[in-house]
């Protein structure tokens, strides 16, 4: 990192004076010297060994060591020296896992059998001898060997040529990144198939629902099913654990973070494109057609493919919430393919070893749209056409440009926080990455507000990530939504994980069975197209500020279509969304002003007259109400009532202490209600929506967001009190249409009178859930007499347990209230909510929320 090693070598940039303008300048901060050519800086110091095959990569040296593959001692067969170790499946070509060699006793011996392995599957592949295993991806594995095969070989048949178009050359990075992910996927299907299967699971797996990798692999009940299924027949006996295990060391050393480690130093960016041998290509791909994925006539199938159409609908929910909500924003596709080339390969973002993979995968995505044909999912007609990318072209644009971008952000990382060992992949440490936010405790995530385990001085806190002030802006939103959020995409993680289809072809299922979970809604490649925009900006807008000897870089402003993009999966934003859309639910029972008009006719049933907007609509002969019941029905709503405007209180009490400026649609619709001025509630409900780019420009209150718990409990909350109000309106209006037609029941009629006399308790029940639901969203509520966000940021933890509880409580409470509006039961809807108020947790928080607007009356005065 010195001065003296950034001279010797030349500029990344071609064209450095053209692309230092820009109209203003960023502060100025340390400099790595080079690092975004770290590898061509290694390569002048040594060009053979080790280090001479990795010039572009960030690989420490004993990683090096692990994945250096030494060059063929002779251009044609197997090098002599090989001992005859590996064996293979006479049938299917795969990797023979009941007569693997003993396990190493080091890592270091490991590495160097998998790599002899490996030269093994070069030549298992060369040969045409290499068939994948059913389960998931088959498909994919079959294409990967077709094309490995064809670039390996020397020359191809004219078969091969006619089906170019199909079956594109593929690198030796893509078919490692691809294999490794198909990896991934059917050990975790065989997994869920042993836990489905066997209730004994092993101890350290507690939770088979969403294990962890690393447990997974060191499940013997896996390798178990991995050896047992090996047998050419699907009744295969399954050999004693113990065996079994010792067996299948070759798929755990190939990924262990003290060996080679492959999924990791790929998919995080380490190991360029241009590394990777044809050896390791060959591995992972042998390893992953060996792993069986298909169970016959069982659960499992269904089980596994179940899971694959829970990842696709969740893609194809992110990308139409990111069109609803940046339709405008996201640039042209013509825009985007006329100067994407240019930009990537102008700019020294990306570091020279990934610049043209960056820019081959952003035109390929954007090239052309892929025919989509029908078997039951696209459509009817078998030529139908979607303007969408192709789930191959999906995957590899993110396959290449993620890893690409992680570590080019990675980089400018280390030279903002002065921490150069971030840099590289070292064996058993944990990497910096740009997602894996579920982890910040226990290593840097690139775009997260503080760092993991740095120590400043005598604090104790988590040094500040000064990365994030030099993004622009409208990017950091982008990456954090697309990379970071709970219920966002995590894109990169979503397909590094092979949770999703690769192909059109690609079938989870057994024959007969394709296409049982084969859905319409899929995704449209929305968050996708929105990194690439994203990584068009960063490279257009970054600046190699190196014009003397203490370096630096930035980011200049740049007017794109993205500068105005609006977070989507932020915690506080998908609540605030869930509010409007239950606002709006809310408004449609105030307006509808529904009545009934009572008139004793002295018998043993009343006349009712039902009126709409104070027009009648229908008159009905019901049995009356015994006194207590009516007694009891408006003592529960002046409690409810009550409640409410304690509630408004603190509500208001809190916007007043935040200083919340967005127009508040919520409070006036309970200011009205409160003041029974049932036509002030008809406004604009989407008031109390936040425009998404300024709540997150705050990054404290950000962080706080995220490190809290039961957040998504607010929204689900919201997202039940807007169908408890559509359905409370749908249960009387469905009561009248019965009655107008002279088909309701005595019990009906009752029904209907008791709905519509309980309106205004409903309404009041559901207005305080959504001012809970506004007042919870913030820790703010749990500790009044703070003085910064750091403060909040210290809450102890018994504090923190405490607004997880509430939250929790108010879901509860929404799912109660939406339950029995649900069975068009209004009364007992009530009945619960007073109920939950008179308990001990209900008067709890209560007088929370009157200390909280006492707290914040006594602060402004």
């Known amino acids: 990192f010195s001065a003296g090693m950034r001279a010797a070598v030349p500029s990344p940039s071609p064209s450095r004076a053209s692309l230092r303008a820009g109209p203003r ?55 002599d020296h090989d001992p005859p170790e590996w064996r293979f499946k006479p049938m299917h070509g795969t990797l023979d896992w009941r007569d693997t060699p003993n396990e190493p006793p080091s890592a270091v011996e490991a590495a160097e059998s998998l790599k002899r392995l490996g030269r093994k599957c070069v030549l298992q592949i060369d040969c045409n001898r290499l068939t994948p295993k059913r389960g998931a991806h088959e498909a994919t594995l079959a294409k990967l060997v077709f094309c490995f095969r064809k670039q ?58 969403k294990p962890l990798f ?31 295990f010792a067996s299948t060391w070759p798929l755990r050393k190939a ?6 480690n492959l999924r990791n130093v790929t998919w995080h960016g380490f190991l360029a494109p241009g590394d990777v041998s044809p050896e390791l290509a060959a591995l992972a791909l042998v390893l992953a057609c060996s792993i069986p994925g298909s169970w016959s006539s069982s659960d499992f199938d269904l089980h596994a493919n179940a899971r694959s159409s829970r990842e696709t609908q969740k893609l194809a929910r992110c990308d139409d919430e990111v069109f609803d909500k940046n339709e405008t924003s996201l640039p042209s596709r013509r825009e985007l393919r006329r100067d994407i080339e240019q930009t990537v390969l102008g700019s020294s973002f990306f570091s020279p070893g990934w610049r043209d993979t960056v820019s081959n995968a952003c035109v390929d995505f954007l090239s052309d749209t892929e025919r989509i044909v029908g078997d039951g999912y696209t459509g009817n007609d078998g030529d139908f056409e979607k303007q969408y990318p192709s789930r191959w072209d999906t995957f590899q644009f993110i396959a290449r440009v993620a890893p690409a971008t992680e570590h080019a952000l990675r980089v400018l990382y280390a030279y903002a926080n002065d921490a150069p060992e971030v840099i590289h992949a070292r064996l058993g440490a944990y990497y910096a990455t740009l997602d894996g936010y579920g982890q910040a405790n226990a290593h840097d995530v690139l775009l997260h507000p503080w760092r993991a385990g740095v120590i400043t001085g005598a604090d104790t806190d988590r040094a500040r990530n000064k990365f994030r002030d030099e993004l622009p802006q409208h990017a950091l939103l982008v990456l954090r939504d697309l990379c970071m959020r709970d219920k966002g995409p995590s894109l990169r993680a979503t397909y590094a994980h092979g949770g999703l289809p ?17 859905t319409t809604n899929e995704s449209r490649g929305a968050c996708a197209y929105l990194f690439l925009a994203a990584v068009r900006d960063l490279c257009a807008a970054f600046r190699d500020d190196g014009d003397d000897a203490t370096g630096g870089f930035k980011f200049v402003e ?41 008139l004793e006719d002295g018998n043993s049933e009343t006349l009712v007259t039902f009126c709409e907007r ?7 002969h019901a049995k009356p109400e015994s006194p207590e019941t009516i007694t009891t029905a408006k003592e529960d709503e002046a409690t409810l009532v009550e409640v409410c405007r304690v509630v408004l209180s603190a509500y208001e009490a809190k916007r007043s202490q935040t200083a919340d400026q967005s127009r508040d649609a919520l409070g006036s619709i309970a200011r009205a209600f409160l003041a029974g001025e049932a036509h002030a509630a008809d406004c604009g409900t989407r008031g109390n929506e936040k425009s998404g780019s300024d709540l997150v420009l705050d990054h404290d209150f950000e962080s706080i967001e995220e490190v809290n718990s039961g957040i998504e409990c607010l929204r689900q909350a919201a997202c039940e009190v807007k169908v408890a109000c559509e359905k409370h309106v749908g249960s009387i209006e469905r009561l009248v249409q019965l009655t107008e037609r002279r088909a309701a029941r005595s019990g009906h009629r009752k029904r209907l009178v008791a709905n519509v006399t309980a309106v205004k308790a409903v309404q009041a029940a559901s207005i305080v859930l959504l001012l809970l639901v506004d007042i919870f969203s913030d820790d703010f509520a749990f500790s009044f007499s703070v003085e910064s966000a750091e403060e909040i940021r210290d ?12 939250r929790r409580r108010v879901l509860l409470s929404a799912t109660a209230l939406r339950a029995a509006c649900s069975e068009g039961n209004a009364r007992q809807a009530v009945r619960g909510a007073v109920d939950g108020w008179r308990q001990n947790a209900g008067k709890a928080t209560l007088r929370t929320l009157q200390e909280m607007g006492r707290t914040y009356q006594v602060d402004d005065a």
């Open 25 to 79: 300048r960023a502060r100025r901060v340390p400099r790595v010297a080079n690092c975004w050519t770290m590898g061509a800086v290694v390569a002048t110091n040594a060009v053979e060994g080790t280090l001479g095959a990795f010039p572009n990569s960030a690989l420490a040296e004993d990683v090096q060591s692990m994945l250096f593959v030494a060059p063929r001692e002779s251009g044609g067969n197997e090098p």
């Open 152 to 209: 390996e070989s020397n020359s191809a048949d004219s078969t091969e040529e006619e089906d170019t178009d199909h079956h594109p050359t593929l690198t030796n990075y893509q078919v490692l990144t691809t294999s490794v992910s198909v990896i991934e996927r059917r050990c975790v299907d065989l997994f869920l198939a042993s836990a489905f299967a066997d209730d004994d699971e092993d101890e350290k797996t507690k939770n088979p629902g």
């Open 214 to 244: 690393s447990e997974i692999l060191l499940s013997r009940n896996l390798s178990a099913m991995i050896v047992g299924k090996d047998g050419e027949t699907t009744d295969a006996s399954i050999p004693d654990n113990d065996v079994t």
């Open 255 to 260: 990924l262990h973070p003290l060996c080679l």
């Open 502 to 518: 690769f192909l059109e072809t690609d079938t989870f299922c057994d024959e007969g069975d394709e296409g049982v979970f084969r």
């Open 558 to 598: 740049l007017n794109t279509s993205l500068t105005g993009y609006k977070t989507v999966f932020h915690p506080r934003i998908r609540v605030q969304n869930a509010l409007t859309s239950a606002l709006t639910s809310l408004v449609e029972v105030q307006i509808a002003e529904h009545e009934c008009r009572v």
């Open 614 to 620: 104070s027009t009648p609509r229908v008159s009905f």
């Open 795 to 806: 809450m102890p933890d018994d504090l923190r347990t405490e607004a997880s509880a509430a």
